[in-house]
């Protein structure tokens, strides 16, 4: 809604004049349309606003969304695997993380919230072939809204389920003592490739901060290096890629998997 439209909206209960005059719905305009000088709201926060706008823009241009009265989100939740019995509708606020999200799903069905357990939020892309565990502290809302960038957003979903050696990752008090390196086989699906979407092996080093592709073990400079702080990590692989192993991950950043 423009915000002349909201202005006159508002007006009409701020002001005991009725807020109807010219000079009244231009008071409150002036609030709206300056209201990030006026109530002194840092630059992170419009950001983060913005970007949530544009994603829910997009979301409700791809797919349908339910809205509660007070604006949540009403999403299906599935419980360990994707099926009709096991999905739970859960109100999703612009506040609420992952680890909320496994308690309200678990509690809504009775089955019990315990931390030790490890119960966790997994973000499911490409019909299934891609999941992510998300971090107990990750915004539910902003995770799903992203979702409007996909291809086929419908075929994304939330399940909660067990992971057993997660709560240990989140609990590492000192991420700067990883560093492994092993050979993989790497594809990053580039037509340029006289191999095509060929899968090639590449010695991987990784580290806290990023992740480096080698020629060999013997190479000094990496071929390609990937900060982990802009990607996200899914465990799988897509089919259409013809994997040489289904054990494997991708690396899905906003230009490339």
Not at 121 to 132: A, H, K, P, S
Not at 149 to 163: C, E, G, N, Y
């Amino acid at each position: 809604m423009p915000s002349e439209k909201l202005a006159s909206v508002f007006s009409a209960r701020l002001f005991q004049t009725r807020g109807q005059t010219p000079q009244e719905i231009r008071v409150v305009h002036d609030l709206i349309s300056n209201y990030v000088t006026l109530f002194s709201v840092n630059e992170s926060r419009v950001q983060q606003m913005e970007i949530e706008n544009s994603f829910i823009t997009r979301w409700n241009e791809k797919k349908d969304a339910t809205f509660s009265p007070a604006g949540d989100l009403i999403f299906e939740v599935y419980l360990e695997k994707k099926k009709p019995e096991n999905c739970c509708l859960i109100k999703v606020s612009p506040g609420m993380r992952s680890a909320e999200l496994a308690e309200a799903a678990l509690t809504g069905r009775n089955a019990g919230f315990a931390t030790s357990e490890s119960w966790t939020t997994f973000e499911v892309i490409e019909n299934g072939e891609l999941e992510r565990p998300l971090h107990p502290n990750e915004r539910i809302l902003e995770q799903v809204l992203e979702w409007s960038t996909l291809d086929f957003p419908q075929s994304a979903f939330l399940v909660i389920k067990k992971f057993s050696w997660f709560k240990a990752v989140c609990d590492d008090k000192d991420p700067g003592r990883l560093m492994k390196g092993d050979y993989l086989k790497f594809s990053d699906g580039s037509s340029k490739l006289l191999s095509g979407h060929k899968f090639q092996d590449k010695y991987v080093v990784l580290r806290p901060d990023k992740l480096l592709l080698y020629r060999d073990i013997k190479g000094t400079k990496a071929e390609k290096v990937i900060q982990l702080s802009s990607v996200k990590c899914y465990f799988g692989l897509r089919k259409k890629l013809k994997p040489p192993t289904s054990w494997g991950f991708t690396v899905h950043t906003d230009k490339q998997q």
